[in-house]
């Protein structure tokens, strides 16, 4: 079992970031996959879903700003984050996407998005 996101960092309002995350196959495969952050002091939040055919969806603070895509060969999924706002701050994780999803048990490291204004 796998899950290493990749690509965070300090970033000024308004810039960009990349974001990576490879999965093992057994949590990539056939799932839909979701990044999802956690600020400090506040719960894990979903920002974004993707389905194995690439159907995206998005919570409203980051849409419009975000690009969540998967590359199904690679059991990658990324998530672009542009137009970046202090409040986006927060380790971000990627994992399947279940309706019980806070009930997942294994999240990986995550990586640190900080947002300087």
């Known amino acids: 079992v796998q899950l290493q996101a990749s690509g965070g960092g300090l970033v000024q309002a308004g810039g960009s970031l990349r974001l990576s995350c490879a999965a093992s196959g057994s949590i990539f495969n056939s799932n839909v996959m979701g990044w999802y952050r956690q600020a400090p002091g506040k719960q894990r939040e979903l920002v974004a879903t993707?389905?194995?055919?690439?159907?995206?969806k998005y919570v409203d603070s980051v849409k419009g700003r975000s690009t969540i895509s998967r590359d199904n060969a690679k059991n990658t999924v990324y998530l672009q984050m542009n137009s970046l706002k202090p409040e986006d701050t927060a380790v971000y994780y990627c994992?399947?996407?279940?309706?019980?999803?806070?009930?997942?048990?294994?999240w990986g490291q995550g990586t640190q998005v900080t947002v300087s204004s």
């Open positions: 994992n399947r996407f279940t309706p019980a999803w806070r009930g997942l048990g294994y």
């Open positions: 993707v389905t194995v055919g690439s159907i995206t």
